[in-house]
C-alpha cells in the first residue's frame, strides 16, 4: 500500500490555516456568548391565504384533511400515500406528547406574501417553514390550502 505523501511531513501550511480558522471560530461563538449579540431572525411577512386543518385517521388507514372552519373534507390520502404530510404529522404528535395533545386540535396552514407555506401547530408554538423541505414536499401541503381567489 502507497502512502500519500511518502515520505514527507503534512503541509505546514494547511495544518497553519486549520487552526487559524478554528480558532476565529471559537473566539466568534465566545464574544457571541459573552455579549449576547445574536443574528436577526428573517421578518415573517404577513399571510395572504390561510387555513385551519384537522387530520383524522380513517379506519381503513387513510388520512382525512378537514377544513375547521367549514367541516370540509379537504381531501383523503391513502394508506401509503402523502408520505411527506404524514411524517411531518408524526413529528407533531411527538412534540405534542409533551403537551397533552394530540392530531386532533387543529394547524394553521398559510401562504405568506413571499410566496413561502408555513404550518403552524397552535399547540406547541412551532412554525415550520415548508420550502425548506423542497418544493415537491411544499407543493403536497399547498395542495390543502383553498383555491387562490382571481382579481380582477
Do not use: C
Not at 502512502?3 to 480558532?23: K, S
Not at 476565529?24 to 428573517?42: D, N, P, Q, W, Y
Amino acid at each position: 500500500m502507497t502512502e500519500t505523501f511518502g515520505h514527507r511531513p503534512f503541509p505546514r501550511g494547511i495544518l497553519i490555516a486549520v487552526a487559524t480558522l478554528l480558532g476565529f471560530i471559537i473566539l466568534m461563538i465566545s464574544i457571541a456568548r459573552l455579549t449576547g449579540i445574536k443574528m436577526e431572525l428573517a421578518p415573517v411577512t404577513p399571510e395572504v391565504q390561510a387555513r385551519d386543518i384537522q387530520f383524522q385517521d380513517v379506519p381503513d388507514g387513510s388520512l382525512a384533511v378537514l377544513d375547521v372552519e367549514t367541516g370540509a373534507l379537504i381531501t383523503t390520502l391513502p394508506p401509503g400515500n402523502g408520505g411527506f404530510v404524514r411524517g411531518v404529522l408524526r413529528t407533531m404528535a411527538r412534540q405534542r406528547k409533551g403537551y397533552q395533545a394530540d392530531l386532533s386540535q387543529p394547524f394553521h396552514l398559510a401562504r405568506r406574501e413571499s410566496g413561502d407555506l408555513t404550518l403552524k401547530d397552535p399547540v406547541t408554538g412551532i412554525r415550520l417553514e415548508l420550502k425548506a423541505f423542497g418544493l415537491s414536499n411544499e407543493a403536497s401541503f399547498a395542495q390543502l390550502l383553498p383555491p387562490p381567489t382571481v382579481r380582477q
